[in-house]
């Protein structure tokens, strides 16, 4: 039998190693994601086509597109909830807008409505920018590049517990800066009169909510 390597005996790595540049790192990890959602893009034009195939096969008489339908959405479903679970799709913000140059952002009082609301924004998951991830301020989801990375309670992992502060706030995302709460049902039902909607303290939330109920 062989003898363990350094490396199994858990020893540390040898001092010569040379050390990996970060800036390398970032774009070797956004060509790969670049050309994984270009593949996606492929797939969904292939989709796209053998959609079209059966609407031509329909309309001849060759095929019952009601029933095919009927066969794939389940598992499509399926599928798509495994593709997810294994962290095979990338989240990628697109257009790639710099964020600092945006104007006319929406103006709220967190500050006198944290306690009610409980910076519930901060719970909403989202994909960042090639901008935000090329900076290497703001943290992602190693398991789903690249979405806001979020702690155990749901929250991001840049917001200080007990202030519902962020600590990255003037390196925030652009979803972030552009972010208006006002409107959104499944914060406020109804923002002038401060009335929370209830659901927000509910386990699961957001999913919870039915925007369109």
């Given at each position: 039998m062989?003898?363990?390597?350094?490396?199994?005996?858990?020893?540390?790595?040898?001092?010569?190693?040379p050390?990996?540049?970060?800036?390398?790192?970032?774009?070797g990890?956004?060509?790969?994601?670049?050309?994984?959602?270009?593949n996606?893009?492929?797939?969904?034009?292939?989709?796209a086509?053998l959609?079209?195939?059966?609407?031509?096969?329909?309309?001849?008489?060759?095929?019952?597109?009601?029933?095919?339908?009927?066969?794939?959405k389940?598992?499509?479903?399926?599928?798509?909830?495994?593709?997810?679970?294994?962290?095979?799709?990338?989240?990628l913000?697109?257009?790639?807008?710099?964020?600092?140059?945006?104007?006319g952002?929406?103006?709220?009082?967190?500050?006198?409505?944290?306690?009610?609301?409980?910076?519930?924004?901060?719970?909403?998951?989202?994909?960042?920018?090639?901008?935000?991830?090329?900076?290497?301020?703001?943290?992602?989801?190693?398991?789903?590049?690249?979405?806001?990375?979020?702690?155990?309670?749901?929250?991001?992992?840049?917001?200080?517990?007990?202030?519902?502060h962020?600590?990255i706030y003037?390196?925030?995302?652009?979803?972030?800066?552009?972010?208006?709460?006002?409107n959104?049902?499944r914060?406020?039902?109804?923002?002038?009169?401060?009335?929370?909607n209830?659901?927000?303290?509910?386990?699961?939330?957001?999913?919870?909510?039915?925007?369109?109920?």
């Open positions: 062989s003898s363990p390597t350094d490396a199994e005996q858990g020893d540390p790595i040898p001092p010569d190693t050390d990996v540049d970060r800036d390398d790192l970032i774009n990890l956004l060509y790969v994601h670049g050309r994984l959602n270009m996606a893009r492929y797939a969904l034009q292939a989709h086509w959609m079209g195939l059966i609407e031509v096969l329909d309309e001849r008489g060759l095929v019952d597109k009601q029933k095919i339908e009927e066969k794939a389940p598992l499509a479903a399926g599928l798509s909830k495994h593709f997810m679970q294994e962290g095979n799709g990338v989240f913000q697109e257009p790639n807008i710099d964020k600092y140059s945006y104007e952002l929406p103006q709220i009082d967190c500050e006198s409505r944290v306690h009610l609301c409980k910076a519930s924004c901060c719970r909403l998951q989202f994909a960042m920018s090639k901008q935000d991830v090329e900076e290497g301020i703001v943290r992602w989801e190693l398991r789903q590049p690249y979405l806001i990375a979020v702690n155990e309670n749901g929250y991001c992992t840049h917001l200080k517990e007990g202030t519902c962020c600590t003037e390196n925030r995302p652009g979803a972030c800066r552009i972010f208006d709460c006002r959104d049902k914060i406020w039902l109804d923002f002038d009169k401060r009335e929370i209830p659901r927000l303290n509910e386990p699961g939330w957001p999913g919870n909510v039915d925007l369109e109920a």
